[in-house]
C-alpha cells in the first residue's frame, strides 16, 4: 500500500484556496489530477468532496475524511465516511490523498504510518484570481514536512505556469510500479 498526496499550491504563499474556491483556474491542472487519480482510492475532507462537481469523481472510490458521523455521501457504493484519519494508518490499498487543507496537514505531520511515501507537489506561479473572495488556505506546515522529510526524485515538468515535481519520503521503499503510473501520468499530460 502505498500513500500519494497530490496537490497544487501558489508559488509565494501555500495558497491552495480561498475559502471552498481555488484561486487560478488552470485546466491543465485538473487533467493531471484527474489523469493521477483516475481508477484509485482517494480520501478528501468534507469540504473538498463538496466541491467535486456533483460531489462525486468517476472511476474513484472516495473516502470522505470527516467528524460528522452523519454525514451523507452522494454515492454510498463508492464513497464512504471516514471519522478516524487513524484508520489509514494500516490501510491495504494505494491511497491518494485529495485535501483540502486540514486532510493534508493530518497526513504530513500525523507520524511514520501516516505520512504519504509520494507528493506530487505543484507549484502555480501566476496570480490568484482576484475575483475569488474569502480567506486563504494555506498548507504551510505540509511545505514544512515535504522540505525536511522528503527528497525531489523527478525532473520539474513544466505547463502552463505550474512546476510539478514528485518527491519521496527519505528512507521510504517506494512502490515502483505506483510510481511509474503518476510519471506516466504527468507525462501524458505534456504532449
Excluded at 499550491?9 to 474556491?21: C, T, Y
Aim: proline share 5%; glycine share 6%.
Amino acid at each position: 500500500m502505498t500513500k500519494v498526496a497530490i496537490w497544487c499550491r501558489h508559488q509565494d504563499d501555500n495558497v491552495i484556496g480561498i475559502g471552498p474556491k481555488i484561486p487560478w483556474h488552470v485546466k491543465s491542472d485538473f487533467q493531471r489530477f484527474r489523469r493521477i487519480t483516475e481508477g484509485q482510492s482517494l480520501v478528501a475532507g468534507q469540504t473538498t468532496y463538496e466541491s467535486f462537481p456533483n460531489r462525486t469523481l468517476p472511476n474513484r472510490k472516495i473516502y470522505v475524511l470527516t467528524l460528522d458521523a452523519a454525514y451523507q455521501v452522494s454515492d454510498p457504493e463508492k464513497h464512504a465516511v471516514v471519522n478516524d484519519v487513524n484508520l489509514f494508518k494500516e490501510w491495504d490499498e494505494d491511497l491518494y490523498i485529495a485535501g483540502g487543507a486540514t486532510v493534508y496537514k493530518l497526513f504530513m505531520t500525523g507520524g511514520a504510518k501516516l505520512m504519504p511515501e509520494i507528493v506530487v507537489d505543484c507549484v502555480y506561479h501566476g496570480p490568484l484570481d482576484p475575483d475569488v473572495k474569502g480567506e486563504k488556505v494555506c498548507i504551510t506546515p505540509c511545505i514544512e514536512s515535504l522540505n525536511k522529510n522528503y527528497r525531489q526524485i523527478s525532473r520539474d515538468y513544466e505547463l502552463d505556469h505550474i512546476t510539478t515535481r514528485i518527491l519521496v519520503r527519505k528512507g521510504e521503499f517506494v512502490e515502483q510500479e505506483v510510481l511509474k503510473r503518476i510519471v506516466k501520468a504527468i507525462e501524458e499530460g505534456l504532449n
